[in-house]
């Protein structure tokens, strides 16, 4: 593989972690834990793995003579920066147990274990891989592991590689998978022990005990980045509004950071919205009254961010997608029978009567984007839904209907952004090359320790590294029942945007000055070498949050 000259130079990076973890370790087990909601429910479905206790590790002055083990890991879900430093923390982990330790990966993700696709990660291609962006190393996929059939066949692998652990890097959805398949290993007494680990950009994996999702700090860095060049270029040209789409799916943690970051015009949150209980047109108006009073003091330019999962989040199109989706799940067959030019129509007739005259109402492009695929989770891919152009369109409609009743004056003209995919694979942060190679050795301790169905912990990561503590939390304790697909189920509860949460309160404060002024940051890239005050910040919305 060919690499570039800061590849080289961040291969040489040795990841700053707690410093609990420099040695050997002891576990100490806190509270019994209890779900999120549902308890009773909750408890009932995982009688091996509910009510366990809060654990973290400290400094232990005996040397330990442990046996070697094998371990297998899988990426799962959408790519975040600092992937591969969690697995080397892993690895690493697993050879300061004893040197005879192996890791497997599984290719692709989950459907790697079931597959039977795998590859054994020697010191050579970890070193490959070390502070590196990207799921490359082994590769990642959304498949479900859901069904004891999936658990069976993937047993059977573990078994043939005599692999006792199996760590499982991924989001809500893969984590709760994570928990599913740890209960059930321990419920037929398989041997195997399952581990989490705390991964997604979208910043939705969080709680008491996990203080962020690795990727959330670098891709935010990313996005802040280009979104400050391009209020560098708006403010230079001045003759543009750019509305910029930011992935996140449904929370609106990567839009509030970069607002924070950047201080953009507008930036809508999708928490807010709802609870607003705003149309489509309430927006709208919202971005058009800004838009015409910064023309009325000439400032025809301006950016607005835009949370990927607004629309999901209007009150009248969430109960529309509701609808959708369990119309789409208990009809899959039939209409994927009626002729595309066919389907808007047909969706029309079935649907209940005020969903129907909504779904009419959008533009043909987004009742398209509505009815495509779900993700094996059962998610709208709001990644394809074009929120961006369709709001810049609404506005510039709107802004026509105010001219003509003389209440705005200006040129308008918009461009579309949306910044996802480009931030995903970045080279990690510091932060997140220390916190992801940190969590990846936790999860080799809690293997250690004999655990499974927790997720790796690492906290009070505003500090210096050193003084970060490592954990473990029952996956069960973050758990509570949702409907997916039509049904009832045990899930990890989506961490969204919190409106008396001090981030969204210090944004709130600050957006009107940030309206009509202009009062943009530009961020400039990610720096990897530089002091500390560059180099080695946390997201504002975590450095607001613990402080
Ligand atoms: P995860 O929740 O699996 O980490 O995925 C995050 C994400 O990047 C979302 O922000 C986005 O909506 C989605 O993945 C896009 O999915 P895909 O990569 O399948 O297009």
Not at 427 to 436: E, L, M
């Given at each position: 593989m060919a690499k570039s000259a800061l590849q080289i130079a961040r291969a040489a990076y040795a990841p700053k972690v707690p410093k609990t973890l420099r040695g050997t370790v002891k576990i100490q087990e806190g509270a019994a834990t209890q779900s999120v909601s549902d308890q009773a429910e909750i408890k009932k479905l995982f009688p091996n793995t509910y009510g366990m206790p809060l654990v973290t590790f400290a400094t232990?002055?005996?040397?330990?003579?442990?046996?070697?083990?094998?371990?297998?890991?899988?990426?799962?879900?959408?790519?975040?920066?600092?992937?591969?430093n969690v697995i080397a923390g892993l690895f690493d982990g697993i050879k300061a147990i004893n040197s005879g330790s192996k890791l497997y990966g599984f290719l692709m993700g989950p459907g790697g274990l079931i597959d039977h696709k795998y590859q054994e990660l020697t010191a050579d291609i970890i070193d490959e891989y070390r502070n590196t962006g990207g799921f490359d190393m082994i590769g990642s996929g959304r498949t479900k592991l859901e069904t004891p059939e999936q658990?069976?066949?993937?047993?059977?692998?573990?078994?043939?590689?005599?692999?006792?652990?199996?760590?499982?890097?991924?989001?809500?959805?893969?984590?709760?998978?994570?928990?599913?398949?740890?209960?059930?290993?321990?419920?037929?007494?398989?041997?195997?022990?399952?581990?989490?680990?705390?991964?997604?950009?979208?910043?939705?994996?969080?709680?008491?005990?996990?203080?962020?999702?690795?990727?959330?700090?670098?891709?935010c860095k990313v996005y802040s980045e280009v979104i400050g060049n391009i209020q560098r270029d708006c403010n230079s040209a001045r003759k543009y509004w750019h509305f910029i789409k930011l992935m996140g799916r449904s929370a609106s943690h990567i839009a509030l950071e970069c607002a924070l970051q950047v201080q953009p015009n507008v930036c809508l949150i999708s928490e807010e919205v709802e609870a607003k209980n705003q149309s489509l047109d309430d927006v709208v108006q919202y971005i058009a009254d800004i838009v015409a009073e910064r023309a009325a003091k000439g400032n025809n330019f301006g950016t607005v961010l835009i949370p990927e999962g607004l629309i999901e989040f209007i009150p009248a199109m969430k109960k529309l997608m509701a609808e959708l989706n369990d119309f789409l799940a208990h009809h899959a067959e039939d209409f994927a029978r009626v002729r595309r030019s066919e389907q808007?129509?047909?969706?029309?007739?079935?649907?209940?009567?005020?969903?129907?005259?909504?779904?009419?109402?959008?533009?043909?492009?987004?009742?398209?984007?509505?009815?495509?695929?779900?993700?094996?989770h059962g998610n709208v891919q709001v990644s394809l839904i074009e929120t961006e152009k369709l709001l810049a369109e609404m506005v510039g409609n709107r802004l026509n209907e105010m001219a003509a009743a003389g209440k705005y004056k200006g040129k308008f003209a918009a461009q579309v952004h949306f910044f996802?995919?480009?931030?995903?694979?970045?080279?990690?942060?510091?932060?997140?090359?220390?916190?992801?190679?940190?969590?990846g050795y936790t999860a080799s301790?809690?293997?250690?320790?004999?655990?499974?169905?927790?997720?790796?912990?690492?906290?009070?990561?505003?500090?210096?590294?050193?003084?970060?503590?490592?954990?473990?939390?029952?996956?069960?304790?973050?758990?509570?029942?949702e409907k997916r697909h039509g049904e009832m189920k045990p899930v990890i509860q989506k961490a969204l945007v919190r409106l008396d949460g001090a981030p969204f309160k210090k944004f709130a404060s600050q957006r009107n000055a940030w309206a009509f002024n202009t009062e943009y940051v530009y961020p400039g890239p990610i720096q990897y070498f530089g002091p500390t005050e560059v180099c080695d910040q946390p997201t504002k919305t975590l450095a607001i949050e613990l402080a």
């Open positions: 232990d002055t005996d040397k330990q003579n442990a046996a070697a083990i094998n371990v297998g890991v899988i990426l799962s879900g959408g790519q975040a920066p600092g992937g591969h658990f069976d066949k993937g047993l059977e692998i573990l078994k043939k590689l005599n692999i006792s652990a199996l760590v499982i890097i991924g989001g809500d959805d893969s984590n709760t998978n994570a928990c599913v398949l740890a209960e059930y290993y321990a419920q037929i007494k398989a041997g195997v022990q399952v581990i989490g680990c705390p991964k997604t950009i979208d910043g939705d994996l969080k709680n008491e005990m996990i203080e962020t999702s690795f990727g959330f700090d670098t891709a808007r129509q047909h969706i029309i007739a079935n649907l209940s009567a005020s969903n129907s005259k909504i779904y009419e109402s959008l533009p043909e492009t987004v009742a398209r984007q509505l009815t495509l695929d779900r993700d094996p996802g995919y480009e931030g995903r694979c970045a080279a990690p942060s510091n932060y997140d090359a220390d916190y992801c190679y940190s969590l301790c809690l293997i250690g320790a004999g655990k499974t169905g927790y997720m790796s912990s690492v906290r009070n990561t505003t500090a210096p590294a050193a003084e970060w503590l490592a954990g473990g939390v029952p996956i069960t304790m973050m758990m509570n029942m």
